[in-house]
């Protein structure tokens, strides 16, 4: 039964529509990355290993 | 939880205290490398033994054996344990909460370390699945989902109590690891127990292939990439003490890559029985992967701008660059190889090798080391015993790497080229196979040595971490921070009491902030809806591929001659898996003039419709066995596994004499019979109940005939009979339906 509905759904599309859903969130990533969003913030994520855990001890005792 | 009465009380006063798990972190890093000494060890034997024959020590030293206990130990036991140690250190810092439970950290690491040590175990004893990386037996699987599951459940309760809002970019990346790597696990190993010990896919031929290479393609990304990626946008700015170069960048890589990777595990089967449009999309994606990764290595390398100075005397900091640098290269590589036309000559030779060992030597083991250089100090609370031994194991390694790649290099164009060489008159130009491997042996020595040497550095690195433990203070304590209170956090295991609930108006004041934040901000704080989107991302590219493949009768034509295997024979076949014999011979001819010249008529997808496991290979140290069914008589085969140099004097091949004097042990045959049948193979029931004796009648034909063609008397019982039955059976289905070509529907 599955397989007979699968083999006349027309599935010669499917990888195509893949394609498409990629293209479009891809689409959507790179809008939002390269213009939604605030310098401010991504500066703050950027230092965000930098920022978070406790002082470096290797700078201030073993170095 | 890690936080106690005494953190309730801060909380009033608005002033966490967080206790970081380093314990656990240390266990991790010391496992890391006692595990990557004995894998790569291994490698070296593999590596010896394929250069001087003599070096396969008895049955359960072989190559055939010990080969997937190598990428295992690799894979598994060093990247594995090297990726734990990266997450369960950074995770805590990234989201200044400890660990959610100190006891399922523990049972991770013990869980995992029991696995890789049952691992160790059971495959020189020929327990296996014969998948390339998924070669652990069916109890051992489920201990791993097991471990997983404790480990998942860990992370996201770590997560779900974070006291930062945001995730960052390397959490992601984990994110997709731990979600992927549970999906490919599952689906790749869904098997029928027929034994304590063993098993077979519910999949059988092309199905197998297909999912198998999903899987296996996907284990190098999402357990040798993703983590590693989490592990390089972390420790990569702490060791530069610089910011990330583009957080915008981070993005575009992390989604690209979950994305396409997914769908490229078709390029391992180019030319085979797989259909061919199937093929050409993991293609197409593997050339589209070419973007993000090496987004994901500028984005790594330029976090060191300005500091490149650095690099003069920090050993760490050269372990992170060359190791990302062999990410851009291995990356460069894959789609250039995933090309059909390039596929054709490297597919089988050891150019796939050398490919691999650019990753797995240099990018994961770069980054593991380097990680794990920045880390020894912070986790012990005192110097690296030696930055000089730091920086001779950095060189070492490096040349060792160089050696080893470029001899896989020559050695696979080298034998690639000849296998397709054909002379003036038309003819191959080097018909025997072993001309072909002869040719390899300078460069199997010189693979030899720079795996040697970068094992060296590995020991190097041992060194340094006994020694720094050495001198560690006696009683380490846990480093702690002291955080605000979240104020965005609702709720929390061990809050005293519930804060009030919102009014409208401030969640509607909430909503716009996270509006004009912009809806990534929006799901980098919030994991629940972002470990959704990365499953719909990654399940997407398996989906579109493996159900049409499935469900549609037309991709996989049947051949009304091929038929299931007799008893005896699937005993062989069975000997032929424990033995490992698939990692040196392949069972697919590609429809290639050499091939076909060489082998025989090529490989056609109704032929592998009763094999569980497909057994199809991903290299050829020795020739194709597709088509050897009826090529040699049946002594040809007993003395070919007493001792190969009886019947191809310079062949490298181990001899394999235990299989003319171990008995044919048949108890449990029928069990075997009735798994497959539940699978659709159709036995009947009377098959299954005779099946002992069908398979002594044969057996006692077949030594017979070894006898009369002046073989050793008494082999009736042996297991050598069962072998023997399998080989002469391989490709003789398709002679069958070539007599009557009406027969063979494709």
């Given at each position: ?63 | ?28 890093v ?56 990266a ?184 030319y085979?029985?797989?259909p ?70 490297s ?25 794990i ?24 390694g490096t040349?060792?790497?160089?050696l080893y ?31 072909t ?14 795996g ?16 720094t ?159 050897v ?44 019979l ?7 193979t ?5 098959t ?23 073989g ?7 297991e ?27």
């Amino acid at each position: 039964m599955i397989r007979d509905v699968m083999q006349t759904a027309g599935l010669e599309g499917f990888a195509e529509f893949g394609i498409v859903v990629f293209v479009l969130a891809f689409a959507m990533i790179l809008t939002n990355a390269f213009f939604g969003m605030k310098k401010d913030e991504f500066e703050r994520m950027r230092h965000m290993p930098l920022d978070g855990g406790e002082s470096d001890p290797v700078d201030s005792e073993y170095a | 939880m890690a936080t106690t009465t005494a953190d309730n009380q801060e909380r009033a006063t608005g002033v966490e205290r967080v206790v970081f798990d380093d314990g656990v972190v240390r266990w991790f890093v010391i496992a890391t490398l006692v595990w990557g000494f004995i894998g790569m060890a291994v490698g070296a034997l593999l590596a010896l033994q394929l250069a001087w024959w003599p070096s396969n020590m008895g049955e359960y030293l072989t190559f055939g054996r010990l080969r997937p206990l190598h990428t295992n130990a690799v894979i598994f036991a060093f990247a594995g344990n090297a990726i734990f140690a990266a997450i369960y250190y950074s995770t805590q810092r990234l989201l200044q909460t400890r660990m959610f439970s100190d006891l399922m950290s523990r049972l991770h690491f013990f869980g995992w370390q029991a696995i890789i040590a049952s691992a160790a175990i059971t495959l020189p004893m020929g327990f296996t699945q014969t998948k390339e990386y998924a070669e652990l037996e069916w109890p051992i699987d489920i201990a791993i989902t097991v471990v997983w599951v404790i480990f998942a459940v860990n992370f996201f309760m770590t997560l779900r109590y974070r006291r930062t809002k945001h995730m960052y970019v390397a959490i992601w990346f984990y994110i997709a690891t731990i979600v992927t790597v549970a999906i490919l696990h599952i689906f790749n190993n869904l098997v029928v127990p027929v034994a304590a010990l063993k098993s077979y896919p519910v999949y059988a031929g092309v199905h197998d292939a297909l999912v198998q290479w999903w899987y296996g393609h996907n284990a190098v990304a999402f357990f040798l990439t993703t983590p590693f990626l989490g592990l390089m946008y972390y420790f990569m700015p702490k060791a530069a003490e610089r910011p990330v170069f583009s957080y915008k960048l981070s993005i575009v890589h992390f989604w690209s890559l979950v994305f396409i990777y997914i769908w490229a595990g078709p390029h391992h089967l180019h030319y085979t029985a797989l259909p061919e449009w199937a093929s050409t999309l993991g293609m197409v994606f593997s050339i589209m992967l070419w973007m993000p990764s090496w987004g994901g290595m500028i984005n790594g390398l330029l976090t060191l701008r300005g500091a490149w100075d650095k690099l003069r005397t920090s050993p760490i900091l050269k372990f992170f660059v060359v190791g990302i640098t062999f990410y851009g290269m291995a990356t460069f590589e894959g789609p250039m190889l995933s090309i059909k036309a390039v596929n054709s000559l490297s597919h089988y030779t050891d150019w796939t090798i050398g490919h691999v060992h650019a990753g797995a030597l240099g990018w994961n083991g770069f980054m593991a080391f380097g990680m794990i250089y920045w880390l020894i100090p912070r986790l012990w609370q005192t110097e690296l015993y030696s930055n000089k031994l730091a920086n001779a194991h950095f060189w070492i390694g490096t040349i060792g790497i160089i050696l080893y790649v470029v001899a896989m290099w020559s050695a696979g164009i080298t034998q690639g080229l000849m296998w397709r060489a054909f002379d003036e008159t038309g003819r191959l130009m080097y018909p025997d196979f072993i001309e072909t491997v002869i040719q390899l042996m300078p460069m199997y020595w010189v693979r030899l040595i720079g795996g040697s040497l970068y094992i060296v550095g590995v020991v190097l690195a041992v060194i340094n971490l006994v020694m720094t433990m050495a001198r560690a203070p006696k009683n380490l304590e846990d480093p702690s921070i002291e955080v605000p209170t979240p104020t965005w956090r609702i709720s929390s295991p061990d809050a005293p009491s519930r804060p009030m609930p919102r009014r409208y108006d401030d969640l509607l004041a909430e909503l716009d902030v996270r509006v004009r934040e912009g809806w990534h901000r929006m799901l980098e704080g919030w994991p629940l809806v972002f470990t959704v989107l990365t499953t719909v991302a990654v399940a997407i590219g398996g989906l579109a591929e493996l159900i049409p493949l499935m469900l549609v009768d037309s991709n996989v034509p049947t051949i009304e001659t091929v038929k299931p295997y007799t008893p005896l024979e699937l005993e062989g076949r069975d000997i032929y898996i424990r033995e490992g014999c698939v990692s040196c011979h392949s069972q697919m001819v590609r429809p290639m003039r050499d091939e076909i010249e060489r082998y025989g008529d090529y490989s056609k997808p109704g032929e592998g419709i009763y094999d569980r496991p497909f057994l199809w290979g991903s290299k050829r140290t020795g020739p194709d066995l597709a088509r050897v069914g009826g090529k040699y008589p049946h002594l040809w085969h007993v003395r070919h596994m007493k001792d190969p140099r009886l019947t191809s004097p310079k062949s490298v091949m181990p001899p394999y004499p235990w299989l003319l004097e171990k008995e044919l042990d048949l108890d449990g045959l029928d069990k075997k019979l009735e798994g497959l049948a539940m699978l659709g193979t159709p036995y009947s029931i009377k098959t299954i109940n005779g099946a002992q004796n069908v398979a002594r009648d044969q057996a006692k034909e077949i030594a017979k005939e070894i006898e009369e063609q002046g073989g050793p008397a008494g082999l009736e019982d042996k297991e050598i009979t069962a072998l023997v039955a399998y080989l002469q059976r391989l490709g003789h289905d398709l002679k069958e339906a070539k007599k009557n070509p009406r027969r063979l529907n494709q």
